[in-house]
């Protein structure tokens, strides 16, 4: 069965440290998802692709965080300076398109603690 | 924007019971509610989910039902198992936006 691929699993850093999250989403799928998950709260999204344009980043904060999806594959996510509320899980989910394209398959997320 | 409550926040229930969890939606134009399950340090993975054009919705021991009207959903699980024990989110989806809003999520501990 496809599944969402991310790397790596576990990031721990210092505040003020630059952070790097990668995320390969299921073949053939041209929607990709980054949502951000804070301890015990749903996941909140931060950037929506559609093949390598950004759909929707109103809520990224883009004074430290940027995404990009050069290929219209696989994404990256970047935190720079990381600051200590940064510390959360952070998903990436992907979409299959057409009639589907809003049912979301979310990998296995990358916790991040910034110390 | 939309806005989704869940509830109960936790939910304890013996094996082989039922458990039921609640989400409301604001949005009127939501036409897509997707549950997730997600197992301590695992990514979501979705269990089940409904169009607005259904009512009900069964899979094996897990069903979903919508009333549009009211504005609400519900996730039955019947027959309960151990390994049913998670934490359990619905979402909400405005055609369109294809955007996922989510609620705070519900622990659920099924005691053996």
């Known amino acids: 069965e496809a599944e969402v691929a991310q790397s790596p699993r576990y990031k721990i850093t210092e505040k003020s440290q630059a952070v790097a999250f990668w995320c390969d989403p299921i073949?053939?799928?041209?929607?990709l998802y980054w949502y951000r998950q804070i301890l015990g709260q749903g996941p909140e999204l931060l950037v929506q692709?559609?093949?390598?344009?950004?759909?929707?980043d109103s809520q990224l904060p883009k004074d430290r965080f940027s995404a990009e999806r050069l290929k219209g594959v696989d994404s990256t996510l970047k935190i720079q300076p990381a600051e200590l509320g940064d510390s959360a899980m952070y998903l990436c989910?992907?979409?299959?398109?057409?009639?589907?394209?809003?049912?979301?398959?979310f990998g296995p997320g990358t916790r991040l603690t910034v110390l | 924007g939309e806005n989704v409550e869940q509830h109960p926040s936790t939910l304890s229930v013996q094996e082989g019971d039922s458990a039921v969890i609640k989400c409301t939606y604001s949005?009127?134009?939501?036409?897509?509610f997707p549950w997730y399950k997600q197992e301590l340090g695992k990514g979501p993975q979705l269990i089940i989910d409904?169009?607005?054009?259904?009512g009900e919705k069964k899979d094996q021991r897990i069903a979903v039902t919508l009333n549009k009207t009211a504005k609400h959903f519900s996730l039955h699980i019947t027959e309960t198992q151990p390994e049913d024990s998670a934490v359990y989110f619905c979402?909400?989806?405005?055609?369109?936006?294809?955007?996922?809003?989510f609620g705070k999520g519900t622990k659920l501990s099924v005691i053996p």
């Open positions: 692709f559609q093949d390598e344009s950004v759909v929707d």
């Open positions: 949005d009127s134009a939501s036409n897509y």
């Open positions: 409904i169009r607005s054009n259904v």
């Open positions: 073949s053939g799928h041209a929607t």
């Open positions: 979402a909400a989806s405005t055609a369109g936006s294809y955007q996922l809003t």
């Open positions: 989910a992907s979409s299959p398109g057409g009639q589907y394209t809003d049912t979301q398959y």
